[in-house]
């Protein structure tokens, strides 16, 4: 450390007492007033205080939106459309999917149970050709260490189910301009508000567009029903503002849509499916089971993790959903096309002489596929194959395998295993379950800091940004036409860079928004 | 009772419990999605679970529009100019005002304070000739017990010092339209979206634009500071995000204008007043007071009860602010032209010769002030004059006093005595201070019913409906001239018809919207 002045003033500025407590006064009720908000949590507030779930809190946000490379930002949002295009591809091909689930078949019983649910359809033949995706293309800003300057994206994942926040972070975008120009110019180490390039954010419209799309494609009733679209949930979510703004986005047009929403244990004996060749889903209102609806696109914001599942009761009424004629959101094939292995498949170097398994989908040689190649970082299998058996000498190697993150297939925070836990990990786990997990080098992003307002307390210090672009789809199985594919806004979600885990819901991470640099 | 079937359904529709409980629940979620907001009281949530105040709660609504006759509420819009006109008039005409403060003088001891802080402002002059008025007229709907079917409005108040919920009331309006195509076509007894005539209602943007206005008309800063906008608070204020949705507004428009909230406990402390002659208003930020602004308007939400002035430094800060180059809403006069004795002096009969009183600020002749004067009830003083002596016979009558209510001067719920109180009150009163209240006949609003959610209850029942239209008025104190006069949309509070007092904030009322009938 030298006392010479920086070339660039710190950021975000260094706040006095007065300014922190000034400043998350206005992130609190500028939150409570827009609902970018919660439910809290139970140590916030006791469940014997507010049994019904009267309250709401704000979410847990960063004072300052954090700096991101505009380059890398226009990087992933260019690359969306094209991301949805292999995507649709990808739940189109089915003997991919069946190669990958084979894969991972031993240690993951979760996705083998998804894949059975597909093949039970199958048999019957599914109802419904098109499909609908909401995904979230997830990126960190990659800074390599060793000599290359340039900093790129590099996918941490891609979501193809129950894509979160989007409902919130349009909200996050709206609350840093407010502060840009209320609050950041009166600090002691003044933001001008022109200094700030906050891109707009339309994740709110974008995602209620696409769910609208699908209701359109859907056609009327046959049966003469009105219809409607079902947001399937958990029970007691406490992220339930960030799906509700999603339902108002549907209800706020000239020609409102009827969303229903329904937990995933609900499901059997909610709905039930039309005696129809169709097979068109019901759903009969719980009050008053007489009053009953087409429901033509179910939206699951559950149904992600074997938490969901937990008897096979669950697994009927996924199998329910899937045979039902409703556009699904996901269907179990696009599910099963966001496990990792399927990314880690697609990352796999172009050979010599041959297509890579990214050609497969979209055409090798394209600059576009080229685009998205360059989000790739190295992931590997951990399976017996040539590349698998070097990846465990990584893995278990007590140094090396401090560049790496291991992970199992399935969505949802709080699975993986990072550096040094990763042999331990392996020891105890049977090396025929291996394969299931796949090893992913760790991307390396550029040090920054920033202040969490989180249950009414200031976190500072260095954090971690990962930005997600949001991606709307519809398309035909059968004949690959897509009738939809749109960009449809960003999420930026920060954590400590002591954690290893985001998702604000869990109480980790936080919302956050871009200032483009 | 009979078991015919009555001819129009019942409004709002009985529900069963299920019924209920969704449509609370679908209240609930809405409110706290759009910052339908409100501090949650302490019984709700208990100060050592939320000590920073971290939390809110739905305001206590209406589940449905309560109807209201069409005719009555386009009869109080196509009001609202005139009547900004005719306040506009009144805080011009001092020796009008300081005969009506002269009468009431003994018993209303607030009012002769608030009175002598203008006669000391005008003893050094005042430095703004512009004067801002973000008005609200309220009203009941009458019908008339003698055999006369025709419903009117009839004027319950004239607010002009710290109207509120015109934050919340464009919201409750948004809430009801989505309950009208989401929730009510699914009851046992449906309505259908289309039988509800919900009216736009523009309150935030309208009151805003007032406030904005104001701000424009001021001018650039002489001093080369920056300007501000100062909404004066009350401390502890629940109803924040009623007044917060002004600020936002205010800061949502490509050129945001700063709005600083101060306690009126802190005018003293954290404004001061420019050496020079023209004594622009500074607002010093209170956690860095070099930082300095030019306060060119002055909205207040506090200052209107003798609560906020618990001592003579009170005062002092009224007066600081009202001898200030800042353009007040309201000023000292404007407010006392809010007096219910103005109101009574206004509301006198036209004598048989000569103008009426309210002929001294509007055209006697005119259709516009026709349809003024049809919004009066009958008002008496309770002086001692011929109406006052008249006035008090009835007041004591233990029949007559029925048909009454007993008003003092100031704004705010709770001092009001009803009825059968009226004698009893007077009796306790020195005779000396009657002539400080007005006996206005009860206005008597046809029979509803409606469910209000307060708190996560529900309460059902005979309810009463207040309409308080909301106009925006900006005019030169000298010449008269209006630089601007708008309507700005409005507000129905709800209460139940055996409280006689409103006011959801105090805990009585609660928000609603009108379904034109």
């Known amino acids: 450390m030298d006392a010479a002045k920086p070339v660039t003033p710190r950021y975000p500025p260094r706040l006095n007492p007065s300014e922190s407590d000034d400043l998350a006064q206005a992130v609190k009720n500028w939150a409570l007033a827009h609902g970018l908000t919660i439910r809290p949590l139970p140590s916030v507030v006791p469940d014997d205080v507010d049994p019904q779930g009267l309250l709401a809190i704000n979410v847990p946000v960063t004072l300052f939106p954090s700096p991101f490379p505009r380059q890398c930002f226009d990087q992933a949002r260019s690359a969306q459309q094209t991301y949805n295009e292999l ?11 069946a190669g990958a689930v ?10 083998s149970n998804l894949w059975n649910v597909h093949l039970r359809v199958k048999k019957e033949g599914y109802t419904q050709n098109l499909s609908l995706g909401l995904f979230r293309s997830d990126y960190l800003v990659h800074q390599d260490l060793s000599g290359n300057e340039t900093q790129q994206i590099k996918q941490v994942e891609f979501n193809t189910i129950a894509s979160s926040f989007g409902g919130l972070s349009a909200q996050t975008t709206l609350l840093h301009k407010f502060l840009s120009t209320s609050e950041y110019p009166l600090l002691e180490q003044p933001i001008a508000p022109e200094s700030l390039m906050l891109p707009e954010n339309d994740s709110v419209r974008g995602l209620a567009a696409g769910i ?23 029970d007691g979510e406490r992220n339930v503002f960030d799906q509700r703004h999603l339902e108002y986005a549907l209800n706020n047009t000239p020609e409102p849509v009827r969303v229903f929403r329904i937990p995933f244990s609900k499901l059997l004996d909610h709905t039930s499916i039309a005696q129809t060749p169709k097979r068109q889903l019901l759903y009969h209102l719980p009050r008053n089971r007489s009053k009953t609806f087409e429901a033509s696109v179910v939206y699951l914001r559950a149904g992600y993790g074997p938490s969901d599942y937990p008897d096979q009761r669950a697994w009927e009424a996924r199998y329910h959903l899937e045979r039902s004629a409703a556009i699904k959101c996901p269907t179990v094939l696009s599910q099963v096309a966001g496990t990792k292995k399927v990314q880690q498949i697609l990352a796999s170097p172009r050979p010599a002489n041959g297509p890579s398994a990214l050609g497969r989908f979209i055409p090798d040689d394209a600059p576009l596929t080229a685009q998205v190649r360059r989000t790739f970082t190295n992931i590997y299998p951990m399976d017996t194959s040539e590349a698998g058996l070097k990846a465990r000498q990584f893995a278990l190697d007590p140094e090396l395998c401090l560049n790496y993150v291991l992970k199992p297939q399935r969505e949802g925070g709080g699975n993986n295993h990072y550096r040094e836990d990763i042999p331990t990990f392996l020891e105890k786990t049977p090396e025929s379950h291996w394969g299931a997990f796949i090893l992913m080098e760790l991307i390396t992003p550029p040090k920054q800091e920033n202040i969490i307002l989180r249950n009414g307390k200031l976190e500072e210090g260095g954090v971690i940004c990962e930005l997600g672009i ?13 009738l939809r ?5 960003y999420l930026l979600r920060t954590k400590g860079d002591t954690s290893n885990e985001g998702g604000v819901a869990a109480g980790y991470g936080c919302m956050d928004s871009c200032a483009l640099v």
Chains 1, 2 share one sequence.
């Not at 709307?472 to 059968?478: A, H, I, R, V, Y």
């Open 485 to 489: 594919n749109e960009e449809a806004g």
């Open 87 to 97: 995507y649709a591809a990808i739940s189109r091909d089915e003997e991919f999917l």
């Open 212 to 234: 609208r799309a699908a209701f359109d494609a859907y056609g009327d009733s046959e049966l003469g029903l009105e219809r409607c679209i079902l947001f399937v949930v958990q």
């Open 470 to 482: 949001y991606g709307t789809c519809l398309w035909n199985q059968s004949t690959g036409q897509l």
């Open 102 to 111: 084979e894969e991972v078949r031993d240690g993951d019983e979760f996705t």
